[in-house]
T-cell receptor, first 111, second 113 residues
Framework: EDQVTQSPEALRLQEGESSSLNCSYT??????LFWYRQDPGKGPEFLFT???AGEEKEKERLKATLTKKESFLHITAPKPEDSATYLC????????????FGIGTKLQVIP | EPEVTQTPSHQVTQMGQEVILRCVPI?????FYWYRQILGQKVEFLVS????????KSEIFDDQFSVERPDGSNFTLKIRSTKLEDSAMYFC???????????FGDGTRLSIL
């Protein structure tokens, strides 16, 4: 069974204080790893897809990286508007289109 | 930017009643999904739908659940006889291909009394 573990569960940063969120996964063949942002009362908003170890994607202050066992979401000089829950999800060769989500990391950026 | 839309945003239903949740996926997408998120828990996969049939479903998606694409734009989730434990946020998603990013709507909050 596919498993996704995210850490930490919650993170509080000062504005401008860079940090990283971790996503560890166990799958029977990775077809894709996805990062989403979820604001309270909203649906997950797509950020990045990573398909193979060594791949990196960047968007504004966010950078996602992938190894064979984990992914990191690096946040550089965060702003208060980056406050949200960040979700990691995997698609494996064991599932046709099913995506398995982690519990998420709730990020709070304080001005 | 095109988006997935879901209606209603909040549905309150008596236990045992039938409920239909509605979704309009992004127009050029071919794969459609339903997920649920119980308060404080993970987003959980329910079902995927492609070419007018279910392509995959989870153990949560039992005989009480059904999905339908009644026309070229809508995608629905029906729960025949709701239980208290069906209370959750239900998210619809769509993707252009089977291993492409899934784009989510803002959900329907289902409350069973």
């Amino acid at each position: 069974e596919d498993q996704v573990t995210q850490s930490p569960e919650a993170l509080r940063l000062q504005e401008g204080e860079s940090s990283s969120l971790n996503c560890s996964y166990t799958v029977s063949g990775l077809r894709g790893l996805f990062w989403y942002r979820q604001d309270p009362g909203k649906g997950p908003e797509f950020l990045f897809t990573l398909y193979s170890a060594g791949e990196e994607k960047e968007k504004e202050r966010l950078k996602a990286t992938l190894t064979k066992k984990e992914s990191f979401l690096h946040i550089t000089a965060p702003k208060p508007e980056d406050s949200a829950t960040y979700l990691c999800a995997v698609a494996s060769s064991g599932g046709y289109q099913k995506v398995t989500f982690g519990i998420g990391t709730k990020l709070q950026v304080i001005p | 930017e095109p988006e997935v839309t879901q209606t209603p945003s909040h549905q309150v239903t008596q236990m045992g009643q039938e409920v239909i949740l509605r979704c309009v996926p992004i127009s050029n997408h071919l794969y459609f999904y339903w997920y649920r998120q119980i308060l404080g828990q993970k987003v959980e996969f329910l079902v995927s739908f492609y070419n007018n049939e279910i392509s995959e479903k989870s153990e949560i998606f039992d005989d009480q659940f059904s999905v339908e694409r009644p026309d070229g734009s809508n995608f629905t989730l029906k729960i025949r006889s709701t239980k208290l434990e069906d209370s959750a946020m239900y998210f619809c998603a769509s993707s252009v291909g089977s291993n492409q990013p899934q784009h989510f709507g803002d959900g329907t909050r289902l409350s069973i009394l």
